[in-house]
């Protein structure tokens, strides 16, 4: 519920640079933390990798979100539910790839397809940059998702270290590039709510899930992420869900109950 919106928030807030708003969003949410620092976690491993896999996806998703349409790079980024159904045998052998699994990930793959061709069409290949970003986003998120299953003991609180780590490294960039940022009253109320929500209590809840949990299971409860996901989106961008966009976001769930099989 809390991810549902994340991508309607994020086209709210189209005036503020991408890097800074992935800084100060997980900064804020790791500062959710706090009151429970001495529940943190010091396993290195898990901190490094974890701040390093935070860092690229929420980059390449709202970097993705401005450079393409935001629907269609939105249902791309929602391939992760099935990509950690399909990427659960690399980390867990005791998991098994059976046929309908890759034939729910062709067919999700189709949506993905379909949702880029039907917003591009001929002669505009230079978007497609937008949709490699959001699918490097869900792929980046379903290998750390399942990565994370290792690190059974690793308190949840600890992703607060993790997010003020990555949002560190996300405000340096923002340093380096030279990002200009001007931020209104609104714009602060959606960042604070982005940073409480969406980037904060969302990976507390997310990390104790993948770890007590089957994530192919996970995976499943996942699906209507990309439903309401797509519904939110194009409601804040006044965009109608045509014909093409409906059959694409259909397929998508269709391959993900059939990955779960």
Known sequence: ???????????????????????????????????????????????????????????????????????????????????????????????????????????????????????????????????LLALGAALTWSCYSLYMKRFPDVSSWTMGLVCIISGLMALAGSFIIGESVTLGRTDIWYLVFLGIGPLGLSFYLWNYAVKTSDPQKIGTLAYLTPVLSTLWLALAIGRSLDAGLIAALSLVIVGAILGRR
Not at 5 to 30: D, Q
Not at 44 to 72: C, K
């Open 1 to 131: 519920m809390l991810w549902s919106v994340l991508a309607a928030l994020s086209i709210k807030l189209a005036n503020v640079p991408p890097f800074f708003m992935a800084g100060i969003t997980l900064f804020l949410g790791g500062m959710l933390s706090l009151p429970r620092l001495k529940a943190w976690s010091w396993n290195w491993r898990f901190i490094v990798i974890g701040s390093g896999a935070l860092f690229l996806y929420q980059t390449m998703l709202f970097i993705a979100l401005r450079i393409s349409p935001a629907v269609e790079c939105n249902l791309i980024n929602y391939l992760w539910p099935l990509l950690i159904v399909l990427l659960a045998p690399l980390f867990d052998r005791q998991l098994k790839l059976k046929f309908i699994h890759i034939i729910g990930a062709l067919v999700g793959f189709a949506g993905a397809v379909l949702a880029i061709y039907n917003q591009v069409g001929a002669g505009a290949a230079a978007l497609y940059w937008g949709y």
